[in-house]
């Protein structure tokens, strides 16, 4: 684990500052796993610490929700030899657009990062109405805390990261002042996250 800290960090994916999460909480860390993905070999050693520890479950597919989870999702499926397909938003809807899933497909979803774990109850949603079982899911960097787990149970992770997070209300970064609220992420946020904009 600590060597998947140490690539983030050498791939400049693990920011400090004050961020907003897509989960709408508050950080003074951030990692910006698409820096991480522009180097092939390092995105490719990372995920190899996640397949070692699903290498003996029965998986037949990997799924990964667009835009964090592609990259992740079709490394893992090529260590591990399975098929790897994403989700994606149509009309701010998560979808199985261009692929399908059999009924009765063990399927694990992988992530970047899960900090509450809310985005990927949409790609679960999406995979148990196509009739597939959602086994869990993985991700590079789990950000959950023990008094706010992820709904959807953590099956493997490349790094553990005990970081603080707030709400905007509870933040004291921003109660500071110092440092201005930075937006890196993806996903649209709600509507409580806007307001703290």
């Known amino acids: ?61 990997i799924v990964g929700p667009a835009m964090g989870g592609i990259v992740y999702a079709y490394e893992l499926g090529r260590q591990l030899g399975k098929r790897a397909i994403f989700t994606e938003r149509v009309d701010n809807v998560m979808t199985l657009k261009r692929f399908a899933i059999k009924p009765g497909e063990k399927c694990i979803i992988a992530e970047d990062v899960v900090t509450t774990g809310i985005s990927s109850l949409e790609t679960k949603r999406v995979i148990e109405e196509a009739g ?26 490349a790094a553990k990261l005990d970081l603080p997070n707030y709400l905007p209300e509870e933040c004291p970064i921003c109660k500071e002042g110092k440092l201005p609220l930075v937006h890196l992420g993806s996903r649209k946020m709600k509507e409580q996250a806007k307001q703290t904009l």
Not at 21 to 39: K, N, P, V
Not at 132 to 157: H, N, Q, W, Y
């Open 132 to 157: 597939g079982e959602c086994l869990g899911i993985v991700c590079v960097v789990d950000r959950t805390k023990a008094d706010a787990p992820s709904p959807i149970p953590i099956l493997a992770s």
């Open 1 to 61: 684990m600590n060597n998947t800290i140490e690539i983030l960090k050498e791939c400049e994916a693990f920011l400090e500052g004050h961020f907003l999460l897509s989960s709408g909480r508050h950080s003074s860390a951030y990692c910006q796993m698409a820096f991480l993905q522009q180097y092939p070999d390092q995105c490719a050693k990372v995920m190899a610490n996640v397949a070692e520890k699903l290498k003996d479950m029965d998986i037949d597919v």
